[in-house]
């Protein structure tokens, strides 16, 4: 039985999961180590990261190195003498960091690797119509998401989930794989297996702009995939061309109708309660969306002040 001295390294809400509970279980945390404080808002004011946020309540030591490849902090994480170190949403680790401790340090990912290494892979699995996802968690090497396999779990992805109820499963899934993966390590029974590379695997490629605007000449299940992979953050968009105006929109919120049609691709069709894209095999329909500086809202609400012309179009 190994005497556990653990450095957790995380930033977002779905990081803080995992280490509340290994404190939870009474695990030796000697550090924590998560980004620096970034401005926000309109008064730039100092925002704290969840994982910080909630080291200070717990009472942690924290660092928020900048650099991580710097002396002093390779200085600062030596003195916390730690013998395991685990990863969970943070940033890639120089060698020097990762391969300090004496039991390794290991990362949870959400998704079934070798697919879906990357940056987002929760949206990618749902933008791809992927029926199943997981968390895996891997002991680092000098590639991303590359490492030995310890354990993995399988999750369903139900056909209108979106990528926030999805984050959530996998935020507790995830939690409880970090907690086995750290029994296994304690116990000395951690065994790894190399991840298998063949020619098939998919990427979670970073999200921007231009992968995150929806093309209505896809199929009708393309689009309705992107619009759930993304939502509720960072969200589908596209142009809105309405009454001599072009407007960037973001949606939220959709469903799907299979009909058969002779409006053209991205022809915008409303009421006074709905609101309807024409697409190749029938209708997207729009629930939730947000408007340039305005409020998300549902389309009811819209309709109620906003009026689309008969050639108005998505694009």
Request: glycine share 6%.
């Given at each position: 039985?190994?005497?556990?001295?653990?450095?957790?390294?995380?930033?977002?809400?779905?990081?803080?999961?995992?280490?509340?509970?290994?404190?939870?279980?009474?695990?030796?945390?000697?550090?924590?180590?998560?980004?620096?404080?970034?401005?926000?808002?309109?008064g730039?004011?100092?925002?704290?990261?969840?994982?910080?946020?909630?080291?200070?309540?717990?009472?942690l030591?924290?660092?928020?190195?900048?650099?991580?490849?710097?002396?002093?902090?390779?200085?600062?994480?030596k003195?916390?003498?730690?013998?395991?170190?685990?990863?969970?949403?943070?940033?890639?680790?120089?060698?020097?960091?990762?391969?300090?401790?004496?039991?390794?340090?290991?990362?949870?990912?959400?998704?079934?690797?070798?697919?879906?290494r990357?940056?987002?892979?929760?949206?990618?699995?749902?933008?791809?119509?992927?029926?199943k996802?997981?968390?895996?968690?891997?002991?680092?090497?000098?590639?991303?998401?590359?490492?030995?396999?310890?354990?993995?779990?399988?999750?369903?992805?139900?056909?209108?989930?979106?990528?926030?109820?999805?984050?959530?499963k996998?935020m507790?899934?995830?939690?409880?794989?970090?907690?086995?993966?750290?029994?296994?390590?304690?116990?000395?029974?951690?065994?790894?297996?190399?991840?298998?590379?063949?020619?098939?695997?998919?990427t979670?490629?970073?999200?921007?702009?231009?992968?995150?605007?929806?093309?209505?000449?896809?199929?009708?299940?393309?689009?309705?995939?992107?619009?759930?992979?993304l939502?509720?953050?960072?969200?589908?968009?596209?142009?809105?061309?309405?009454?001599?105006?072009?407007?960037?929109?973001?949606?939220?919120?959709a469903?799907?109708?299979?009909?058969?049609?002779?409006?053209?691709?991205?022809?915008?069709?409303?009421?006074?309660?709905?609101?309807?894209v024409?697409?190749?095999?029938?209708?997207?329909?729009i629930?939730?969306l947000?408007?340039?500086?305005?409020?998300?809202?549902?389309?009811?609400?819209?309709l109620?002040?906003?009026?689309?012309?008969?050639?108005?179009?998505?694009?």
């Amino acid at each position: 039985m190994k005497d556990l001295r653990i450095v957790f390294m995380g930033t977002p809400h779905f990081s803080v999961t995992m280490l509340k509970t290994l404190v939870e279980k009474n695990y030796t945390i000697v550090g924590v180590i998560t980004a620096p404080d970034k401005p926000a808002g309109r008064g730039r004011k100092l925002n704290e990261s969840a994982v910080k946020r909630y080291a200070k309540e717990a009472g942690l030591p924290i660092l928020q190195p900048t650099n991580l490849k710097s002396e002093d902090f390779i200085e600062e994480l030596k003195a916390l003498k730690a013998n395991l170190q685990i990863v969970v949403a943070f940033r890639m680790l120089p060698k020097v960091v990762w391969q300090m401790p004496k039991y390794g340090t290991f990362n949870l990912h959400a998704s079934l690797l070798p697919n879906y290494r990357g940056a987002a892979p929760i949206n990618w699995a749902i933008i791809n119509g992927e029926t199943k996802t997981g968390v895996s968690t891997f002991f680092i090497d000098e590639k991303i998401d590359t490492g030995e396999m310890i354990l993995q779990k399988e999750i369903a992805i139900e056909p209108d989930e979106n990528a926030g109820s999805l984050h959530d499963k996998l935020m507790y899934n995830g939690s409880k794989l970090v907690l086995k993966t750290v029994e296994a390590i304690k116990e000395g029974k951690a065994k790894t297996t190399p991840q298998i590379e063949n020619k098939d695997i998919k990427t979670a490629y970073k999200l921007n702009k231009n992968n995150c605007k929806i093309d209505w000449n896809k199929s009708i299940t393309e689009i309705y995939n992107k619009i759930r992979g993304l939502s509720p953050y960072p969200a589908a968009w596209c142009e809105l061309l309405n009454n001599s105006e072009t407007l960037d929109i973001k949606i939220y919120e959709a469903k799907k109708e299979i009909a058969q049609h002779h409006y053209q691709t991205g022809l915008i069709l409303s009421t006074k309660k709905t609101l309807k894209v024409a697409v190749k095999e029938g209708y997207i329909e729009i629930l939730e969306l947000k408007l340039p500086g305005k409020k998300l809202m549902d389309t009811k609400s819209l309709l109620n002040g906003y009026n689309f012309k008969n050639d108005a179009e998505m694009r």
